[in-house]
């Protein structure tokens, strides 16, 4: 099943909107027509899935773990549902471990899908571009990962995938950075790109998961808190998803402790 069209009538889609300022900045009008023009709702709340990635390291060293995350709205019977049982939980991990256990190949053995959170998200009803959100407080739900990549080399630790999760209004995408790329036909290719044969994987999955989601009631969706410089709150569906071969360089995944140093003689 195609991804769900960012201008589709799901009901929540205007409730998120009216959260805006009041006045719509300049140049918004067109981009808020994309959206359905059904009433007013009751807050909109989402949950945020974050992915803890571990990293093993030399002996004497330690890493922080990396994350990348997602976004869901929960739909029952096309209207917004706040209530998240446990059943809920257990659909979107069922959907995250089939996505993630397909991209352990793809991945170098020394990161591990290692655990998944869920945080509740809301819009901060004050316009602050600062804080457009409120605090989210401890996960809602905690539960373990898939495990350890099988690919054998990796790139560097900060090296990584862009994912981008493209919605109907322009400059207003979502992005993930998927750690520690490994394919087998080569970490890059000849022009140290990323090889087809992984981003063919790492799109396909993103899409196939994403896609099945929508189909168990759980839309992936791009918050939105800004236009024209403005505060403006909004929950974009995802309409296509996209791997570019170029590797992106994540600064604060750079290896944090030296294990050995090398003095030229």
């Not at 981009?31 to 709340?45: A, I, K, M, N, T």
């Not at 571990?54 to 549902?81: H, I, M, Y």
């Not at 570019?244 to 750079?254: F, K, L, N, P, S």
Request: aromatic share 10%.
């Amino acid at each position: 099943m195609p991804l769900p069209a960012g201008a589709v009538n799901w009901k929540f889609v205007k409730a998120a909107v009216k959260l805006a300022t009041e006045a719509l900045p300049a140049g918004v009008a067109y981009l808020d027509s994309l959206l359905d023009d059904s009433g007013e709702g009751d807050p909109v709340e989402w949950r945020r899935f974050v992915v803890k990635v571990t990293r093993s390291s030399p002996s004497g060293t330690s890493e922080d773990a990396a994350q990348f995350k997602l976004d869901l709205v929960n739909l029952t019977g096309g209207v917004l549902d706040t209530s998240w049982t446990s059943g809920d939980y257990a659909a979107v991990k069922a959907r995250l471990d089939t996505m993630l256990t397909a991209f352990k190949p793809e991945t170098g053995n020394v990161a591990s899908f290692s655990e998944y959170r869920a945080y509740r998200m809301l819009f901060n009803p004050v316009p602050d571009l600062e804080h457009p959100f409120l605090p989210s407080g401890p996960p809602t739900y905690v539960v373990a990962g898939v495990g350890a990549g099988t690919g054998v080399g990796s790139l560097p630790y900060q090296v990584a995938a862009s994912v981008t999760f493209r919605t109907a209004w322009p400059k207003h995408w979502g992005r993930v950075y998927m750690p520690m790329p490994w394919h087998s036909g080569g970490l890059t290719d000849s022009f140290s790109r990323l090889q087809a044969g992984y981003r063919t994987t790492i799109a396909n999955g993103w899409h196939a998961c994403m896609s099945g989601l929508a189909d168990d009631g759980f839309l992936p969706v791009v918050p939105t808190t800004q236009a024209g410089k403005e505060p403006y709150h909004a929950l974009l569906s995802v309409t296509e998803v996209v791997v570019d071969d170029i590797a992106d360089v994540i600064r604060r995944r750079r290896p944090k402790q030296v294990a050995a140093r090398t003095i030229g003689v």
